[in-house]
């Protein structure tokens, strides 16, 4: 177990090195110069020539590109210092170092990690229905298969997911505020736990139930497709042909080894939650990373476009791990070489 751990982080180190030098030759030697945005940015659109030269020289970009992602590199372990332009301050960028805001001016670190507690609050609730909701009725339709309400479950779940989720959501958001006009969940959006816990349930509470009720759609098949294989497996009929209870076979034996590959599904899902709902984000004026993220690159602002797209990268790969580790205790047929 532990030499395939460190094999797996190893191995994930490369990919996120990898990533992000992805990430940094796309800026380098893409359509959209960096030096231009900042230009733009800090001369209110009236960018010269010689401007544009100053901070070119500035920002290192008339260095070669594998000095400048050194530079990137050192930074992120060591922190360094960052100068926009000649006549601009200095910004101490300390360790890890992700860049300083084209928009703010501010550490990209510490405002990701301001965002995070939204987006972990957005995650958290909807992979948390997901799973409450999804496997109970996933389970309850493969034990009734083939019956009028295994049907009428799979039809109705798979109408809703066939809508977009951003348009799902925001016809939810549109319904529940305008329509019903319900006082409890009509102020949607982020407010610190620690400030006032019954308001950040509230403000939260319509982007879980629009997450978990789309989500756990998805999850019902996955769940319902799984059991049904499991309890057509000769252990199953084994264990029914010994007299066990039908509840101890199901949600004892049966239903372990089914939830492996629906645990596969749910880390990368919640993966990608904690990365940055974009559209749950956006609709429910929640001010996590996704937004951040989708304002950046509408502002230009690169240095928080990659710092997003690491940060990304680095949960999927952790969350992969996991789910791999969490495999062996789920089902004991599956090793770890």
Same mark, same amino acid.
């Given at each position: 177990?532990?030499?395939?751990?460190?094999?797996?982080?190893?191995?994930?180190?490369?990919?996120?090195?990898?990533?992000?030098?992805?990430?940094?030759?796309?800026?380098?030697?893409?359509?959209?110069?960096?030096?231009?945005?900042?230009?733009?940015?800090?001369?209110?659109?009236?960018?010269?020539?010689?401007?544009?030269?100053?901070?070119?020289?500035?920002?290192?970009?008339?260095?070669?590109?594998?000095?400048?992602?050194?530079?990137?590199?050192?930074?992120?372990?060591?922190?360094?210092?960052?100068?926009?332009?000649?006549?601009?301050?200095?910004?101490?960028?300390?360790?890890?170092?992700?860049?300083?805001?084209?928009?703010?001016?501010?550490?990209?670190?510490?405002?990701?990690?301001?965002?995070?507690?939204?987006?972990?609050?957005?995650?958290?609730?909807?992979?948390?229905?997901?799973?409450?909701?999804?496997?109970?009725?996933?389970?309850?339709?493969?034990?009734?298969?083939?019956?009028?309400?295994?049907?009428?479950?799979?039809?109705?779940?798979?109408?809703?997911?066939?809508?977009?989720?951003?348009?799902?959501?925001?016809?939810?958001?549109?319904?529940?505020?305008?329509?019903?006009? @319900? #006082? %409890?969940?009509?102020?949607? $959006?982020?407010?610190?736990? +620690?400030?006032?816990? !019954?308001?950040?349930?509230?403000?939260?509470?319509?982007?879980?139930?629009?997450?978990?009720?789309?989500?756990?759609?998805?999850?019902?098949?996955?769940?319902?497709?799984?059991?049904?294989?499991?309890?057509?497996?000769?252990?199953?009929?084994?264990?029914?042909?010994?007299?066990?209870?039908?509840?101890?076979?199901?949600?004892?034996?049966?239903?372990?080894?089914?939830? @492996? #590959? %629906?645990?596969?599904?749910? $880390?990368?899902?919640?993966? +990608?939650?904690?990365? !940055?709902?974009?559209?749950?984000?956006?609709?429910?004026?929640?001010?996590?990373?996704?937004?951040?993220?989708?304002?950046?690159?509408?502002?230009?602002?690169?240095?928080?476009?990659?710092?997003?797209?690491?940060?990304?990268?680095?949960?999927?790969?952790?969350?992969?791990?996991?789910?791999?580790?969490?495999?062996?205790?789920?089902?004991?047929?599956?090793?770890?070489?």
């Amino acid at each position: 177990m532990f030499a395939y751990l460190v094999k797996r982080v190893l191995s994930g180190i490369v990919v996120l090195f990898l990533v992000s030098l992805s990430i940094f030759l796309l800026f380098w030697f893409g359509p959209s110069e960096p030096a231009q945005s900042i230009c733009d940015r800090e001369t209110s659109n009236r960018c010269t020539p010689e401007r544009l030269e100053v901070f070119r020289e500035t920002l290192g970009f008339n260095n070669p590109w594998y000095q400048e992602y050194g530079t990137f590199i050192d930074g992120v372990f060591t922190g360094r210092e960052i100068k926009f332009s000649k006549n601009t301050k200095v910004y101490d960028c300390e360790a890890p170092c992700l860049g300083i805001s084209y928009r703010t001016k501010q550490d990209v670190f510490d405002e990701m990690k301001t965002r995070m507690p939204a987006t972990l609050s957005v995650a958290l609730g909807g992979a948390t229905l997901y799973l409450l909701l999804g496997i109970p009725i996933g389970v309850a339709a493969a034990k009734r298969r083939g019956t009028l309400a295994d049907k009428a479950l799979v039809s109705s779940f798979l109408a809703i997911s066939s809508i977009p989720y951003y348009l799902f959501a925001l016809l939810a958001w549109l319904f529940v505020t305008i329509n019903l006009q @319900v #006082p %409890v969940i009509s102020d949607t $959006g982020y407010f610190p736990i +620690t400030d006032n816990p !019954g308001k950040w349930a509230s403000g939260m509470l319509l982007a879980w139930i629009a997450l978990g009720i789309f989500g756990c759609t998805q999850y019902t098949r996955y769940s319902r497709g799984s059991m049904v294989e499991v309890l057509s497996e000769d252990y199953i009929r084994t264990a029914k042909a010994k007299g066990l209870p039908n509840r101890t076979v199901i949600y004892k034996h049966g239903l372990r080894s089914a939830l @492996v #590959p %629906v645990v596969t599904i749910f $880390g990368i899902d919640f993966g +990608t939650l904690l990365a !940055g709902t974009i559209f749950t984000e956006r609709i429910f004026d929640i001010e996590g990373i996704g937004l951040w993220g989708l304002e950046a690159v509408y502002q230009k602002d690169l240095p928080v476009v990659s710092a997003t797209a690491l940060f990304g990268a680095a949960i999927l790969i952790t969350s992969n791990l996991i789910v791999d580790v969490i495999y062996s205790v789920l089902d004991p047929r599956v090793r770890l070489s």
